[in-house]
């Protein structure tokens, strides 16, 4: 499964952007998906995933409330919508995708990376 994450860029604190996870090549709705972030200096964290139906996700502590992720699998797409953006939101966010059924958070159990895309929040 290949993956291309688009949708990032420069917003202010208390804006949106949603970022979109484009995959190919493989059975996508075998995939729970998610969505990781890592700024600059710090190691990769996770941000939410998603059940291969859709039905059940997860997410990080820190966006709770804020981001919601969603899918279609009829068009192997996967998205993260990001309201009331923070500063601390700034990092390149990547998505993943796993063959395994059950949500995880940690991003080794994970097959497939897309390449990122920078989101970035003024203050």
């Known amino acids: 499964v290949q993956l291309q994450a688009s949708g990032g860029g420069l917003v202010q604190a208390g804006g949106s952007l949603r970022l979109s996870c484009a995959a190919s090549?493989?059975?996508?709705?075998?995939?729970?998906m998610g969505w990781f972030r890592q700024a600059p200096g710090k190691e990769r964290e996770f941000v939410a995933a998603?059940?291969?139906?859709?039905?059940?996700?997860d997410y990080a502590d820190s966006v709770k409330g804020r981001f919601t992720i969603s899918r279609d699998n009829d068009k192997k797409m996967v998205y993260l919508q990001m309201n009331n953006l923070e500063p601390e939101d700034t990092a390149v966010y990547y998505c993943?995708?796993?063959?395994?059924?059950?949500?995880?958070?940690?991003?080794?159990?994970?097959?497939?990376w897309g390449q990122g895309t920078q989101v970035t929040v003024s203050s």
């Open positions: 090549g493989g059975a996508f709705s075998m995939h729970a």
């Open positions: 993943a995708g796993r063959s395994g059924v059950a949500l995880t958070p940690h991003s080794r159990f994970y097959d497939y």
């Open positions: 998603i059940s291969r139906s859709g039905g059940n996700a």
